[in-house]
């Protein structure tokens, strides 16, 4: 009972990692991998940068466009690669956390008291064996590693842009805050909608099981007709709720990712108006706007990744009141 309590007061976070068990350099490396992947794929833009340089200031030649090309191209393989390497390894790291924690849920209903596994029915052992851990591999396997990068690269595009030029940077933040406020105002809306579709989804799932487990005795005793109706209600009223939270969640989502690319409507009128007065090179100019093209997309992953957290943290939360 007392080593209960102290996992109850664990962060799930800090439930998930108990299970890597030696694994916790392969996720270290897969993390520090995708951040030199971003990082990789960031640089590019600067050899565009030193072409786009050399050929405003008339110093091109074919051997300093070929060495930047293959500069260019060396940096991307880099990224591709690491990349690769960082997400075998999360995927791994994932599977042997799932494994891990559907052991331990099969030995618990094993030892645990008869009266303690039939307080909870078929289609929420199913629902927590089957579907629930499973549905943690994309987010442990993606959410972590991809995570910190996409972290990373805006900050890394930021700097950039600030080295550049620090006026450019701020105007490429102009539309990051009423995006992020609709982004706050969908978790607002959504609340514990997912508590509530997992209850659903529990209650569907048992009638699913037992319908199809006990289909003979259904058929021989004549009770097919309120069989089926309860399992048809039961997917009807899971599809029902899901609909109208995705819907509810729709109009500020969309708001969210419309918003946040529009980095553009910022830099080129500001860009302009430097490049006019003399105050910024041309070359300058196109570079931070290819840079400024890589801020907001990392932005929107990573906000999908707060959905992931909050359906990791309930989903650990239920099997750790299972343990």
């Known amino acids: 009972m007392e080593k209960v309590d102290k996992t109850e007061k664990k962060g799930w976070l800090s439930i998930v990692f108990s299970y ?3 694994r916790r350099g392969k996720l270290a490396l897969s993390v520090l991998l995708s951040v030199v992947s971003i990082v990789a794929g960031i640089l590019p833009y600067f050899c565009l940068y030193r072409v786009i340089e050399a050929f405003v200031n008339g110093t091109v030649t074919e051997s300093v466009i070929a060495y930047w090309c293959l500069a260019a191209l060396a940096f991307y393989a ?5 990349f690769g390497w960082s997400t075998g390894l999360a995927h791994s790291v994932a599977y042997h956390i799932l494994e891990q924690l559907r ?30 851990i499973e549905n943690m591999e994309p987010p442990l396997a993606h959410m972590i590693p991809e995570g910190a990068g996409h ?27 009423p995006a992020m406020v609709c982004m706050v105002l969908t978790f607002v809306i959504s609340g514990k909608s997912f508590e509530i579709y997992n209850a659903s989804n529990e209650r569907m799932n048992s009638a699913i099981v037992e319908y199809i487990g006990g289909i003979e005795v259904i058929k021989a005793f004549n009770q097919g007709k309120q069989s089926y109706a309860r399992f048809s209600d039961s997917v009807k009223a899971n599809a029902s709720y899901f609909y109208h939270w995705m819907k509810s969640c729709q109009m500020p989502m969309s708001l969210a990712r419309a918003i946040s690319p529009t980095t553009m409507i910022t830099i080129l009128p500001v860009g302009w108006l430097l490049y006019v007065n003399g105050s910024l090179s041309i070359g300058t100019f196109i570079t931070t706007i290819v840079l400024s093209l890589g801020i907001a ?20 939360g239920e099997v750790d009141s299972i343990l």
């Open 20 to 22: 890597t068990e030696g």
């Open 78 to 82: 880099v990224k591709i690669l690491c």
């Open 103 to 132: 052991l331990r849920v099969a030995d618990r209903f094993l030892h645990a008291p008869l009266g303690e596994v039939q307080a909870h029915s078929i289609g929420e052992i199913k629902a927590v064996m089957v579907d629930k």
């Open 151 to 177: 972290l990373v690269l805006p900050v890394v595009s930021l700097a950039a842009l600030a080295v550049l030029d620090w006026r450019l940077a701020l105007a490429s933040l102009v539309t990051l805050p």
């Open 297 to 316: 997309g990392p932005l929107l992953a990573a906000m999908d990744f707060v959905d992931s957290l909050a359906k990791v943290g309930t989903i650990v």
